[in-house]
């Protein structure tokens, strides 16, 4: 059994989404089923239809996919919290991720968090027109390298770290163009590889302060509240447990680069001992190993993982369902 108080909680962010994710545990429990009944009423469309049936093009959409990949991860936490109830020591949740964290430490109402998120999309992908920005994975170079190559040829352009994601990989974004300039660069520079991602728009760069700006009026109109443990997170990879602060680096984040090396090491640095990845797919374990090779991640997004993590002992009830 995992030692109560030594776990955190993985919630992951958009590209772990895929076609019938969460149907499972919809389909044998009933806290799955009222979260998707939940995230339909406050969307006012049926997201779990495209969560469960598609099509692929309507679910990878970044408006649909973050609150798909939101209502999955509190879908798989309230099946394993019925069945498992230890509360972590802390939770961190990898860019839209940190939504679920949120909800899932009763920061934020999941009603809220839904149609947030669903807006976070849209005014991302409505930030920058179609072709102008680009992402791509640079393998190989530390994340200072990297830096300095974006800085060396970005010109007048936009080209920026966007994903510290720990193990030799980084992630950047900007104008297409500029990106192109950082790939050929990096391998001169030695990176192993520079891979051009298949994304919607140029995240967490400067190119989204529009979203940023437009995300910020959004969360005024919403209630946070204290959380039940802290929240690790993306921009400054340190806990956070004062509401206050809620709005401001949720809106930062949206520009900042994640910070997802750094927040897995100050995990581990708190004290966790193991952490549980929580919501479809396993992006994050393989994340982890790389930055952390001793701390374990355990899988809880379909019916078999949960089942088998609630057999350790490992869960929490979230805050926010214990005063439903």
């Known amino acids: 059994m995992t030692p109560a108080g ?8 958009q590209g772990s989404q895929k076609v019938g994710m ?28 495209i969560c469960f049936e598609g099509p692929e093009s309507d679910l990878l959409l970044t408006a649909n996919a973050q609150p798909a990949i939101l209502a999955t991860s509190i879908a798989a936490l309230r099946v394993l919290a019925a069945r498992s109830p230890v509360p972590p ?26 149609r947030l998120v669903h807006l ?3 005014f991302m992908q409505e930030a920058v027109p179609p072709g102008v920005g ?46 192109a300039r950082a790939c050929v660069a990096a391998k001169a520079r030695g990176a192993k590889r520079a891979i051009s991602l298949a994304v919607s728009a140029p995240f967490h760069c400067a190119l989204m302060q529009p979203a940023a700006d437009r995300l910020a009026r959004e969360l005024e109109q919403v209630e946070i509240t204290a959380p039940a443990w802290p929240i690790v997170t993306n921009v400054e990879a340190e806990p956070n447990s004062d509401p206050a602060r809620v709005r401001e680096l949720l809106t930062r984040q949206v520009t900042a680069p ?18 549980v990845e929580v919501g479809f797919g396993n992006v994050l374990a393989g994340l982890v190993r790389r930055i952390a090779p001793a701390l374990p991640v ?25 005063h439903a």
């Open 89 to 114: 020591l802390a939770v961190a949740g990898h860019s839209l991720g940190e939504y679920s964290a949120l909800v899932a430490a009763g920061a934020l109402r999941f009603d809220d968090a839904v």
């Open 258 to 275: 994640v910070r997802w090396e750094e927040s897995v090491q100050r995990l581990s640095a708190m004290g966790v001992a193991s952490a």
């Open 120 to 122: 976070r999309g849209k």
């Open 134 to 179: 680009a992402m791509a994975a640079i393998l190989g170079l530390g994340a200072q390298e990297v830096d300095a190559v974006c800085r060396e040829v970005a010109g007048d352009e936009v080209v920026s770290p966007a994903n510290l994601n720990g193990g030799g990989q980084v992630v950047i974004a900007g104008h297409a163009a500029a990106v």
């Open 6 to 13: 030594a776990i955190a909680f993985l919630f992951p962010g």
């Open 298 to 322: 355990h899988a809880a997004g379909d019916v078999d993982s949960i089942a088998a993590l609630a057999g350790l002992g490992c869960g929490a009830v979230p805050k926010e369902q214990r």
């Open 22 to 49: 969460g149907r499972d545990l919809c389909e044998a429990h009933a806290e799955a089923r009222a979260v998707f009944a939940e995230a339909d009423a406050a969307l006012g469309f049926a997201l779990s239809k």
